[in-house]
């Protein structure tokens, strides 16, 4: 399991940034990254040869999970100063500013746009490997990912005068 | 704003984010134990319980006194053993402690209990298929030595219903039914625990779909194999895709807050102890403006397969209109299926399709076009001409 024990070192701080912005929550983020890492560990030999996708593709889908389930079952509300809970470096204001909003404008997404745009632009992964991850065609990912992006976009733009884009 | 400053601002999003140091710790330590979520630990979620199994272990660090299997299978030497070996090979080495065996009509099933982090066991339960023993897949991360509800639905065809109710009233539903106002309803009954604090009970299963409930008095009861029974794998790449779309005018209309106008967040039309599967078809949140500028909101809301059409006007009160295959949508000969919603009170006719164009026309007026893959379209709407990207176009009457 030594490969194992390497993705994790090497990728749980790249798979926790996803989660976040699929959740909007970091302690949901973390419960969902290690509730992945989990599987993954016991599947590990099936999956050793593409644990990166198989990774992403579980976060997608449990992270849909997890949102939907919140909302029905009207939990803890995701309140603004709720997904902002324990910044662990130091935080820069414009930083701040900027994540409230970008957590803010992905909550409003639909899952799979949100997703479409987390694995496209925080990833930078290609059409076809967003596909994979969101079990649909590339054209699907496109879509998602321009609806998406409009909405981030109209919202990132209307930032307060002043914060470092 | 460019793609770059797109990927800018996620990066910055989350720049702040570092995995937990203890985090490989943890996952190998877990396996393939589901965690329970830390708040819930910490805000005590899960009590001790005051008798029956959870007597047979002592609260605190009571590791050195015996454990006491519990059970009519308790004195089954071989199978404990058998049972025990099965938990490791899921759970690692280390102590397990099986707090109860027992038959079912199911075959025998046990709960064990393994310290898997200080002060912390992984709960779960090792049932039969067949011959041979299995265990839930998952495990609740409890602290040492307690046993909080929770429950397992055993055998092959997951009929028999495992609860252990921590000395707690434990009730049960079988399935539910939407009422005329599209909430979830349940009757509940109680369950009868053995004295050892645990209910075995059979019910008739429902294909595909997880359709029952439990509650004790502090609210759910995590159901340990649900994710098995349910094939979640298969599940997850069916979770419906939610469409929000603003229709010309609810921007509009009026300045007080879009709050309360989504039904899922609302308690009310939700299923807060049942156990469900979610898929279904796809999920529609249209939000447009009468005429006289009042908000009007049309959604579809998927549980277990199907959804529920529901509409408000004016207040942020739910209307419920039914499901979605009785009359209020078409699949068309291309596959797409077609939401069209005749409101009432001559609101119009609400409808949408994924990837697909729009004409509509009425008794007298000939093809009129329609902008985007959602309307509101006037009453007076006949019929829709439904354009696919890919495959058939097609004709659609609106009743």
């Given amino acids: ?165 | 704003m460019t793609d770059t400053d797109i990927r800018q601002a996620l990066t910055r999003a989350t720049d702040h984010l570092e995995s937990p140091p203890d985090l490989l710790d943890r996952v190998r330590a877990g396996g393939r134990r589901r965690v329970v979520r830390r708040r819930t630990l910490i805000g005590g979620g899960l009590a001790v319980g005051a008798a029956g199994v959870a007597g047979a272990v002592v609260a605190g660090r009571g590791r050195d006194l015996p454990v006491i299997t519990r059970g009519d299978l308790a004195g089954n030497t071989e199978l404990l053993k058998r049972i025990r070996k099965t938990w490791q090979e899921m759970a690692g080495p280390g102590d397990a402690r099986i707090l109860w065996a027992g038959s079912t009509p199911a075959g025998p099933v046990a709960l064990v209990a393994q310290e898997m982090q200080p002060s912390f066991d992984a709960l779960g339960f090792v049932d039969s298929d067949g011959d041979q023993l299995r265990t839930t897949g998952s495990s609740f991360h409890v602290p040492y030595g307690t046993v909080p509800p929770g429950a397992m639905l055993a055998g092959p065809d997951r009929d028999v219903l495992v609860v252990t109710t921590a000395g707690r009233r434990v009730e049960f539903s079988p399935g539910y039914r939407f009422d005329a106002a599209g909430h979830v309803q349940r009757t509940f009954t109680e369950l009868t625990a053995d004295e050892n604090d645990m209910v075995v009970h059979r019910f008739t299963p429902s294909d595909g779909v997880v359709r029952i409930a439990l509650r004790e008095p502090a609210g759910e009861i995590p159901l340990a194999n649900l994710h098995s029974v349910v094939d979640t794998a298969a599940a997850d790449n069916q979770i419906p895709e939610r469409i929000n779309r603003d229709l010309p005018g609810w921007e509009r209309a009026g300045r007080a807050t879009v709050d309360g106008w989504d039904i899922v967040t609302m308690p009310a039309y939700g299923d807060p102890y049942g156990y469900h599967v979610w898929t279904g078809p796809t999920e529609w949140h249209l939000r447009a403006a009468t005429p006289d500028g009042r908000r009007l909101v049309v959604q579809t809301v998927a549980l277990d397969g199907t959804a529920r059409v529901f509409w408000m006007h004016g207040q942020p009160t739910p209307h419920y209109l039914g499901l979605l295959e009785d009359g209020l949508s078409t699949e068309t000969p291309a596959g797409v299926t077609v939401l069209h919603a005749r409101l009432p009170e001559k609101l119009g006719v609400a409808v949408a399709a994924l990837d697909c164009t729009f004409r509509y026309r009425t008794r007298s007026v000939d093809w009129l076009p329609v902008s985007g893959p959602a309307a509101l379209l006037p009453d007076a709407a006949a019929e829709l001409e439904v354009n696919p990207a890919r495959g058939q176009r097609a004709v659609v009457p609106l009743p």
Avoid at chain 1, 20 to 39: K, N, Y
């Fill in chain 1, 1 to 165: 399991m030594a490969g194992f024990d390497e993705f994790v070192r090497t990728r749980s701080t790249g798979l926790l940034r996803i989660a976040f912005l699929l959740t909007g929550d970091r302690h949901t983020a973390e419960d969902l990254v290690q509730d992945v890492l989990e599987q993954m560990y016991v599947k590990w030999r099936r999956i050793e040869g593409m644990p990166e996708a198989y990774a992403r593709r579980a976060l997608v889908n449990r992270s849909t999970n997890r949102w939907r389930r919140r909302a029905r079952r009207a939990e803890t509300p995701l309140e603004d100063d709720h997904t902002l809970v324990g910044p662990v470096l130091p935080d820069h204001g414009d930083d701040v500013v900027i994540r409230t909003a970008v957590v803010g404008a992905l909550r409003e997404l639909p899952a799979r746009q949100r997703a479409a745009v987390v694995l496209r632009y925080l990833e930078d992964l290609p059409v076809t490997e967003v596909a994979a991850a969101l079990g649909c065609t590339a054209g699907t990912v496109r879509s998602n990912t321009a609806r998406g992006l409009d909405r981030l976009r109209r919202v990132l733009d209307v930032l307060p005068e002043g914060v470092e884009r």
